[in-house]
C-alpha cells in the first residue's frame, strides 16, 4: 500500500519563524511535489524534485525552498514565515515514466501567526 | 488567470441519481486530464484520468468526457453515493511541461441520503 507522510498535521508558527514542512514516502518514487491548497484556488504547485539533489520551481516558489538529500524525503522550507503563507501544504510523490498520477500525504494546516 | 476552472464550487445530488462535475481549460496544449477526490483531513486521491486521443473514458460508476472542440469535461457519478460527499479536482497536464499539472479550484460534492 502506497503511502505519503507528512511530520505534521497542524502548526502554528509565528511571523518570521523558519519553518520546516518534512514529507517521506516510501514508494521508492522519483518524483516529490510540495502544493498548497486555498479555497477558490485549487492545488499550486510550489516545488517539485525528479532526483535526489534536484528541484524545480513551480508556479508560486517565491518565500519558499526544499530540499532532498534523501530520496525518500522532500523538506518544504519556509525561510521566514509570512501571515499570507497560512496554508494548507500537501506533499506527493509520483513514479518516474509516463504516468501522471500522483500519490498525496494528508497535509499540513499551517497557521502564521 | 486560471487555465482550469471549474464553476460550481458546490453540487447537491440526491443519493441515486446522477452526479455531472465540469471542468473546463483554456491551454489547448493540454493533452491528459485528471479527476481526484478529498475527503476532509485526507490529501488527494486519484480517480480516472483521460487522454485527449479519447473522448470517453470509464471506470465502474465513474465516467469522463472530453470536449476538446469546447475544451470542457465532465465527471459522471452513476448511481451516487453518500460516499461520494467530497471535494473533486480537475487536473490537466501536457507532455511539454509533463511535471505540472494544474489543478482546478474544485466542486464539492453533497450526496444527500
Known amino acids: 500500500d502506497v503511502k505519503v507522510t507528512q511530520s505534521s498535521r497542524y502548526l502554528v508558527k509565528r511571523t518570521g519563524e523558519k519553518v520546516f514542512l518534512e514529507c517521506v514516502q516510501d514508494?521508492?518514487?522519483?518524483?516529490m511535489f510540495w502544493y498548497r491548497q486555498d479555497p477558490g484556488l485549487g492545488l499550486r504547485l510550489i516545488y517539485f524534485?525528479?532526483?535526489?539533489?534536484?528541484?524545480e520551481k513551480g508556479d508560486i516558489p517565491e518565500g519558499y525552498s526544499v530540499s532532498r538529500e534523501k530520496k525518500e524525503r522532500f523538506s518544504l522550507i519556509l525561510e521566514s514565515a509570512s501571515t499570507n503563507q497560512t496554508s494548507m501544504y500537501l506533499c506527493?510523490?509520483?513514479?518516474?515514466?509516463?504516468?501522471?498520477?500522483?500519490?498525496f500525504g494528508p497535509g499540513t494546516r499551517l497557521t502564521v501567526t | 488567470d486560471q487555465q482550469v476552472k471549474q464553476n460550481s464550487p458546490s453540487l447537491s445530488v440526491q443519493e441515486g441519481r446522477i452526479s455531472i462535475l465540469n471542468c473546463d481549460y483554456t491551454?489547448?496544449?493540454?493533452?491528459?486530464f485528471l479527476w481526484y477526490k478529498k475527503y476532509p483531513a485526507e490529501g488527494p486521491t486519484f480517480l480516472i484520468s483521460i487522454s485527449s486521443i479519447k473522448d470517453k473514458n470509464e471506470d465502474g460508476r465513474f465516467t469522463v468526457f472530453l470536449n476538446k472542440s469546447a475544451k470542457h469535461l465532465s465527471l459522471h457519478i452513476v448511481p451516487s453515493q453518500p460516499g461520494d460527499s467530497a471535494v473533486y479536482f480537475c487536473?490537466?497536464?501536457?507532455?511539454?511541461?509533463?511535471?505540472?499539472?494544474?489543478f482546478g479550484p474544485g466542486t464539492s460534492l453533497s450526496v444527500i441520503p
Open positions: 524534485s525528479y532526483d535526489v539533489k534536484m528541484k
Open positions: 491551454n489547448s496544449m493540454f493533452d491528459y
Open positions: 514508494m521508492d518514487h522519483e518524483n
Open positions: 506527493a510523490s509520483r513514479p518516474r515514466g509516463l504516468s501522471y498520477e500522483q500519490y
Open positions: 487536473a490537466a497536464s501536457d507532455q511539454t511541461s509533463y511535471d505540472k499539472v494544474i
